[in-house]
């Protein structure tokens, strides 16, 4: 072979070699370009809906960091290296926050369960709360001394929409009447106050909340059986989110390392007996 032909071979092959590194390059660019971005460079910008309520948050103002998630929130910001004045908060209704696209906070916090439906359009991080459901109602009520899932299908029941609560009515109480279905937990909590609904299905912590700080003679009928498998609460981020592993891992340590007990036992602290309903 002629020293012209090796030449000319080992150009052709140093071409393809750079070729293929361009490509590999340009699609990795692409896969990174594609992930959704920080919202606002060096500031964590956290979303909640409008209003929230304890035990979650405290007077409707997430930036306090008093409130379960309003301090879960604070304490995964720390674990992230942000400052407490570096992070910002928006404010997403609760129904909204489920859909394709990058959207403009970095995570949400506002007691999502992690289903695979959910995770089909958005990211969550790992669990940092263990769900139960719950039924609450108003002394008088024609389910007030309810004590099995048998004796609420006769009830007229409500929950907020798109939530699990909801889905405990429809696939664990199965009534012989419509759900009705609420934009927010407050109007459903009015709803039953005005005897529109025998019943209101929420988390285990809002019951106790709404029983004991905002209904007149409130009552909590009893609590569902935990899910196989369980269910949790998570953090949403968007699809593809820059953060997603991070989070996860923030979550992760927080409940290794007790943090998310201690909150717990500070804000979530049961106050009366919610026997199981089966």
Known sequence: MSIQKSISKKKIAAAALAALIAITLTSC??????ACPQVKEGVLTIATDEPVYGPWFDNNDPTTGKGYEAAVAYAVADELGYAKDKVEWVRVPFNNVVAPGCRNFDFDINEFSITPERAKVIDFSTGYYDVTQAVITVKGSKI???????????????????TTSYATITDVIKPTQEAAVFDTNDVAKQALANGQIDGLVVDLPTAFYITAVDLENGKIVGQFPAK?????????????????ADISKAVDRLRENGTLAKIEDQWLAAGVDAPVLK
């Open 144 to 162: 007030e001394n309810a004590n099995s899932i048998a004796d609420l299908q006769g009830a007229k029941l409500g929950a907020q929409v798109g």
């Open 228 to 244: 196989a498998g369980g269910e949790q609460f998570g953090l949403v981020l968007s699809k593809g989110s820059w953060l997603t």
């Open 29 to 34: 660019g692409s896969e990174k370009a594609a």
